[in-house]
């Protein structure tokens, strides 16, 4: 008899899991891409979840101008209670805020500056920190699970002696202040993918998997940086770590 309910027990839970999204907003570098020689790490990354991935990722964007644009709208309006999603910016949100339409105000508190765009637009453009922020309250208010996730480092981003990964950009820190702030998980990203990297050594990493760019891998690049996501889940004992395919489970759990 107990042994019955524990069988039905556990086929609910795999139907809850089952159900279960995980939705992807980001750039380049996480977005699924056609060309043999550049691919994100969110199209090999499905392969290891046994839960729907949902990669609404978009090459050239921020997390100021995928707010402006409308995407983090649409995608909250795709979020089921219970769902997890992974916000992760940082390549295109440098710059002035008022030349590049893609960057942030300087700093991590509520500062704004409000810009004229090109096609004439007034934007009051808001820190990184802010826009992260914003999107995980609005995850939270759809009844979503936040993921804020520091961005990828670039494949020649070592120091000196080429011995690790070097030089976090300010993105990283202020990812995590933004989860901090609103109470999210901060999946600290850069280092999960610094840490493969370091393993792997210079010479395996660039250019090898970046033979396009410094800033853009190859198919086999966004295996090793959707591989390095999945071990700081297992690391961190995130819930998703429990939701992995056997593939997802056959990775070698490396935290340190
Ligand atoms: C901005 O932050 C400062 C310092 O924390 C605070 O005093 C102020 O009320 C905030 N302004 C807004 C509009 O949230
Ligand atoms: C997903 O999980 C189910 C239930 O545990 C399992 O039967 C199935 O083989 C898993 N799928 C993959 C691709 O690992």
Redesign the pocket.
């Known amino acids: 008899m107990v042994k019955q309910y524990l069988l039905l027990g556990a086929a609910l839970l795999?139907q809850t899991a089952s159900c279960l999204k995980i939705l992807m907003a980001g750039d380049s570098t996480m977005a699924q891409n056609s060309l043999a020689t550049k691919q994100g790490w969110g199209t090999p990354f499905a392969e290891y979840m046994?839960v729907t991935v949902v990669n609404l990722a978009r090459g050239g964007r921020s997390a100021r101008s995928y707010t402006r644009e409308g995407l983090f709208a649409s995608l909250v309006a795709q979020i089921t209670p219970g769902d997890y999603v992974i916000i992760e910016f940082g390549h295109n949100d440098g710059g002035n805020p008022s030349t590049y339409d893609t960057a942030s105000v300087y700093g991590s508190d509520n500062s704004t500056k409000t810009v004229t765009l090109s096609d004439g637009t007034v934007e009051v453009v808001q820190t990184f920190v802010t826009y992260e922020k914003n999107m995980a309250n609005d995850v939270l208010a759809a009844g979503g699970v936040p993921i804020l996730s520091s961005q990828t480092p670039n494949g020649d981003s070592w120091n000196d002696a080429k011995t690790e990964i070097s030089y976090p950009p300010r993105f990283v820190g202020y990812a995590e202040i933004a989860a901090s702030q609103t109470g999210s998980v901060f999946m600290n990203h850069w280092s999960w993918v610094a840490i493969a990297y370091g393993h792997l050594g210079y010479d395996n990493v660039y250019p090898k998997l970046f033979p396009g760019d410094h800033t853009h891998t190859n198919p086999e690049g966004a295996d090793v940086v959707a591989r390095a996501f999945v071990n700081g889940l297992r690391c961190t004992n995130h819930p998703l770590a429990g939701m992995l395919?056997?593939a997802g489970e056959e990775i070698p759990m490396v935290c340190s």
């Open positions: 795999a046994n395919t056997a």
